[in-house]
């Protein structure tokens, strides 16, 4: 079983920045893949962003390349999302998800095993 906690939600104006932190505990963190996922008001739950687990291939969704940047470190069992520029539109809850073993797959929400309780994250205009 693999546990997740997200922090460093909040509110923030357009063209701010943030940065999610989601730690993991439980089994090793460093042997699964991890993503972060986003659901805005009145919207499906929506890939944003993986990471392989050594860290070696990421993969964003369209709408947010070149302003978030995923990370992580395996020695504080934790992943990153950077996010910079950041709009209204990226208005939404923030997920956090863990692969329980080797997937193809790496954008539903099926791809995963284990997910966070989320942190809202809002972009006022």
């Known amino acids: 079983q693999v546990q997740l906690v997200e922090s460093g939600g909040g509110l923030v104006q357009a063209g701010g920045s943030l940065r999610l932190s989601c730690a993991a505990s439980?089994?090793?963190?460093?042997?699964?893949?991890m993503g972060w996922f986003r659901q805005g008001p009145g919207k499906a739950r929506d890939f944003v962003a993986f990471?392989?687990?050594?860290?070696?291939?990421?993969d964003y969704a369209d709408s947010v390349k070149g302003r978030f940047t995923i990370s992580r470190d395996n020695t504080r069992n934790t992943v990153y999302l950077q996010m910079n520029s950041l709009k209204p539109e990226d208005t939404a809850v923030y997920y956090c998800?863990?692969?329980?073993?080797?997937?193809?797959?790496?954008?539903?929400?099926?791809?995963?095993?284990?997910w966070g309780q989320g942190t809202q994250v809002t972009v006022s205009s």
């Open positions: 998800a863990a692969q329980g073993g080797l997937r193809l797959g790496r954008n539903a929400d099926a791809d995963y095993d284990y």
């Open positions: 990471i392989s687990w050594r860290g070696g291939t990421t």
């Open positions: 439980g089994r090793p963190f460093s042997t699964y893949g």
